[in-house]
Nanobody, 126 residues
């Protein structure tokens, strides 16, 4: 049984930093492309970042480029999202997702995922 357990998130003032973690069981992040998504009230869920299984390819939404960094630790089977220079518009529930084995971070990675984490709230105040 696959589980993606998230931690991190919380409340921070604009300009601050937070780090999300997502620990996987039942699958291996060195094989799966993994992604981060977010959804805020009244908006559709959007893909924030992707990293392929080898960690050699990443992709970011334009809104977070240069501020967010995705990484993975294969020894811990864990995905991370480091979020810096946070803005109020980053406020959302963030979800990690297992996108699929041997998938790439091409443009279509946002369209589907095999498994989802439970979601964690990030609130950025101005």
């Amino acid at each position: 049984q696959v589980q993606l357990v998230e931690s991190g998130g919380g409340s921070v003032q604009a300009g601050g930093s937070l780090r999300h973690s997502c620990t996987a069981s039942g699958l291996t992040v060195s094989i799966y492309a993994m992604g981060w998504f977010r959804q805020s009230t009244g908006r559709e869920r959007e893909g924030v970042s992707c990293i392929d299984g080898r960690g050699s390819s990443t992709d970011y939404a334009d809104a977070v480029k240069g501020r967010f960094t995705v990484s993975s630790d294969k020894s811990k089977n864990t995905l991370y999202l480091q979020m810096n220079v946070l803005k109020p518009e980053d406020t959302a529930t963030y979800y990690c997702a297992a996108l699929g084995p041997y998938r790439s971070c091409s443009g279509s990675w946002r369209l589907r995922a095999d498994y989802w984490g439970q979601g964690t709230q990030v609130t950025v105040s101005s």
